[in-house]
């Protein structure tokens, strides 16, 4: 069993925040002001139910259990950084290379299934974003833009997911 009491306080803030920043990440790579508002929303009341999904693993229910309200705060500073700079890939590089330490540190930490279970949880966190905001009033039209799924397979790698 793994949970908070296996990280340092600082560890376990970037362990707790990660799936958030995932999330806030697809949100801020297909930004628009309509589809950030939309997408958060969906993020705060979708939260639980995504890690209700995984309750078998204890890492995912500690993650779970220690986010707060603070988490819409870290959703929207990680979308206007990211968005404030689309003109290169750095923030994007930045908060993906993030991603993949958090990812490091946990599979040094936890067992595999809880690892996996983890990673999991923060990529469906994104995938809910991304599907929040549909990107076409057509009825056919794919809910998830190219660019967000460009992104979300790019996350999945950092994930170290195989998708």
């Known amino acids: 069993m793994i949970d908070g009491g296996d990280f340092t306080l600082e560890e376990w803030d970037t362990v707790t925040a990660m799936p958030v920043v995932a999330a806030a990440l697809i949100s801020a790579v297909d930004y628009s002001a309509q589809s950030e508002r939309k997408e958060i929303d969906t993020f705060a009341r979708h939260f639980k139910r995504t890690a209700a999904k995984h309750k078998k693993s204890h890492l995912v229910q500690a993650v779970h259990a220690t986010n707060t309200e603070d988490d819409l705060r870290v959703f929207r500073d990680v979308c206007n950084r990211i968005a404030a700079q689309q003109s290169g890939d750095t923030p994007i590089d930045d908060e993906m290379r993030r991603i993949n ?49 460009f992104y979300l397979r790019r996350l999945g790698r950092a994930l170290g997911l195989r998708l």
Request: aromatic share 8%; with cysteine; proline share 4%.
């Open 101 to 149: 330490n958090v990812v490091k540190l946990v599979d040094s930490r936890a067992d595999e299934s809880e690892a996996k279970a983890y990673k999991r949880f923060a990529y469906e966190c994104a995938v809910l974003v991304a599907r929040a905001h549909k990107e076409s009033a057509l009825p056919f039209a794919n809910p998830i833009s190219r660019t967000e799924d």
